[in-house]
């Protein structure tokens, strides 16, 4: 079967995201507010995990993102919702001459897009979400329904929001399956 590549821009920032992630992105730098007109117009762009000393390179995954919502921040700043569709990998990335990135991409797979039915284990780690959901009104807005009854949807919302470091995050892109991920995410909650 033949992988197609599709061409994105990318958008480096220490976001962690997985499929059906969601998060509000505040746009004010004119080489971002240009990738948003790229968008908009295409098919997305791509959230590339990445600290400051790090450089993007190929062979990194990132986080294939829609907008959702469009506003305006109080301070007049666009704020985008954007939604995670896919995880990819970065096959060729290139630098505008605007300084924005670009990369062909391919899909990769992952746990967080099965649908794994929830049962007695994931009830604790569902029932501490949407407690914290509750109390976060910005999460409520994001998340206006949230699938309980999806273990793998629970999981990969704990890992977007427990702040660990990078590393550990991409391990769970990289080396961690479900059951993996599951246990880490309990282990740290409970």
Known sequence: MKTELIHLPIFPLPVFLLPKGITRLRIFEPRYLKMVSVA???????ICLKSKEEQLTNKMWGSWVEIINFDQGKDGILEVD??????????????????????SVTHLNHWST???????SIDKLSKSLLDVFEKNNMLMELYPEIPSNNAAWIVARWLELLPIVHT??????????????KDFVHTIIY
């Open 82 to 103: 954007v939604k995670c569709k896919s995880l990819v990998e970065l096959q060729s990335v290139t630098k505008s001459a605007d300084d924005l990135y670009y990369s």
């Open 168 to 181: 550990s995050k991409n391990n769970m892109v990289n080396k961690y399956d479900f059951e993996q991920a």
């Open 40 to 46: 908009v117009k295409g098919q997305g762009f791509v």
């Open 114 to 120: 099965t649908l794994i039915e929830a049962d007695s």
